[in-house]
């Protein structure tokens, strides 16, 4: 028996290289610990999407009925070749983070036995499944009306259990909440499984340092205030006069001898708006005219309105009275 400990305790020095001196007492930042549950989930739906994308010839909904058992299958199968494995997850491999086992006595760093491994994959997979098949499992625990039984009784347990199951997902749920909280007093064990398993992040290789690019940093922190600064200039901007203004003082001469040549109702022949024949035409105050909605919408929407041929000031809409000669071909 001593043998084989000590075998087994070179194969897992081996296993873990150079770093297995680490100090399991070094803090992790809870940023770190956060991000690798992250990078998992994002991990986790990775494949779950390449997975669904291999069906997608099917019918839909194909993959329905199988989903929650799919998804733990999956989950499983990452398990095996990462966290069993490594005593790691994919996310903490790429942070320099491992687990660590809690109930080990020694000050060295000591991997995670298979049955903490199993444990917090049961813990992590077995409650989200069992949310998705609640409804579906209460027929199968003896609810149904047989011998003495009455249908009401039934119902009335049936009532009961699925009261008693909504009980019990609100308890673990305020748990979760209890445990987050003291995860960030702490910084230990961000989510319950950790902690029941007895699994602490640790890092995985001495003075490992989260990296900050400052550069990066002030580049974007740059972009944001200016984005900001924009949207919080731009409504204060009156595009359309200032539209206006530029087009009066670039096309100013041209404009002021094409009006010239245009006589008294040619302006009247189209909205200043919509380009269109001036239905119920209205004048704001200038030479322009205007169909009643367009203007009557424009000036609700923006107290503020300016003619957008000539740049005046919008006044109350006036119905504009047009006379019209008939004359013979």
């Known amino acids: 028996m001593g043998l084989e400990s000590e075998n087994d305790q070179k194969k897992t020095a081996r296993s873990h290289g150079p770093h297995f001196d680490m100090n399991p007492q070094t803090p992790?930042?809870?940023i770190s610990q956060l991000d690798a549950l992250e990078l998992d989930s994002a991990l986790e739906q990775l494949v779950w999407t390449?997975?669904?994308?291999?069906?997608?010839?099917?019918r839909p909904g194909f993959l329905t009925p199988l989903e929650p058992e799919l998804r733990v299958l999956l989950h499983l199968l990452l398990w095996r070749?990462?966290?069993?494995?490594?005593?790691?997850?994919?996310?903490?491999?790429?942070?320099?983070?491992?687990?660590?086992?809690?109930?080990?006595?020694?000050?060295?760093?000591?991997?995670?036995?298979?049955?903490?491994?199993?444990?917090?994959?049961?813990?992590?997979?077995?409650?989200?499944?069992?949310?998705?098949r609640s409804h579906r499992l209460l027929?199968?625990?003896?609810?149904?009306?047989?011998?003495?039984?009455?249908?009401?009784?039934?119902?009335l347990l049936h009532?009961?259990?699925?009261?008693?199951?909504?009980?019990?997902?609100?308890i673990v749920k305020f748990t979760n909440l209890i445990n987050f909280l003291v995860f960030l007093r702490n910084g230990r064990h961000p989510i319950l499984a950790e902690r029941i398993t007895g699994a602490q992040t640790v890092f995985s290789k001495p003075n490992v340092a989260r990296e900050v690019n400052y550069k990066y940093m002030n580049r974007e922190l740059l972009w944001h205030g200016f984005a900001e600064f924009l949207i919080f200039l731009f409504p204060l901007i009156n595009t359309k006069?200032?539209?206006?203004?530029?087009?009066?003082?670039?096309?100013?001469?041209?404009?002021a001898s094409g009006e010239g040549a245009r006589e008294g109702q040619e302006l009247w022949k189209e909205c200043g708006l919509c380009g269109e024949w001036p239905t119920m035409p209205h004048t704001v105050g200038c030479q322009h005219v205007f169909c009643y909605y367009c203007i009557k919408s424009h000036s609700i929407a923006d107290p503020y309105l300016i003619c957008p041929k000539c740049g005046a000031e919008a006044g109350q809409p006036k119905l504009v009275k047009l006379e019209v000669e008939m004359t013979d071909r």
């Open 28 to 30: 992790v930042l809870r």
């Open 50 to 58: 390449q997975f669904s994308l291999c069906f997608q010839n099917c």
């Open 81 to 132: 070749f990462t966290l069993y494995s490594n005593s790691a997850t994919v996310g903490q491999s790429l942070l320099s983070l491992r687990y660590h086992s809690k109930f080990s006595l020694s000050p060295r760093y000591r991997p995670l036995s298979p049955r903490q491994k199993l444990g917090l994959a049961v813990l992590t997979a077995g409650p989200l499944w069992l949310q998705e």
């Open 139 to 155: 027929p199968y625990l003896g609810l149904s009306s047989q011998g003495s039984v009455s249908e009401r009784e039934s119902g």
């Open 159 to 170: 009532r009961g259990l699925r009261n008693a199951l909504t009980l019990v997902a609100g």
């Open 241 to 255: 006069k200032l539209k206006a203004t530029i087009l009066s003082a670039v096309f100013g001469g041209e404009s």
